[in-house]
């Protein structure tokens, strides 16, 4: 079973960028796919990345291409979000995930979130 631990969230205005972490355990990290989730207020969570259990393939939302960047350190059980450009519909709270896969194959294959970190974009 997973544990997840994001951290990097925080009060950036539009245009800016953050930096999310997340220090992942309790499984083979080198094996399986990670991903990145948010949920804005009110909403329901949804798919921001994924990226391969070896880095190289990556999947995006449409909403976040060309501003995200997911990224791993397999020595260190990192996965991270670089997030420029953010616009205040960003604001969310961003959850780390982990899947079943080594590849992204559905969003279903996300089965372990970490608590989350707030992201609040000011206009």
């Known amino acids: 079973q997973w544990q997840l631990v994001e951290s990097g969230g925080g009060l950036v205005q539009a245009g800016g960028s953050l930096r999310l972490s997340c220090a992942a355990s309790g499984r083979t990290f080198t094996t399986y796919a990670m991903g990145w989730f948010r949920q804005g207020p009110g909403k329901e969570r949804e798919f921001v990345a994924s990226?391969?259990?070896?880095?190289?393939?990556?999947v995006y939302a449409n909403d976040v291409k060309g501003r995200f960047t997911i990224s791993r350190d397999n020595a260190k059980n990192m996965v991270y979000l670089q997030m420029s450009n953010l616009k205040p519909e960003d604001t969310a709270v961003y959850f780390c995930?982990?899947?079943?896969?080594?590849?992204?194959?559905?969003?279903?294959?996300?089965?372990?979130w970490g608590q989350g970190t707030q992201v609040t974009v000011s206009s």
């Open positions: 990226i391969a259990w070896n880095g190289i393939r990556k």
């Open positions: 995930a982990g899947s079943d896969y080594s590849d992204f194959r559905e969003v279903a294959d996300f089965g372990s």
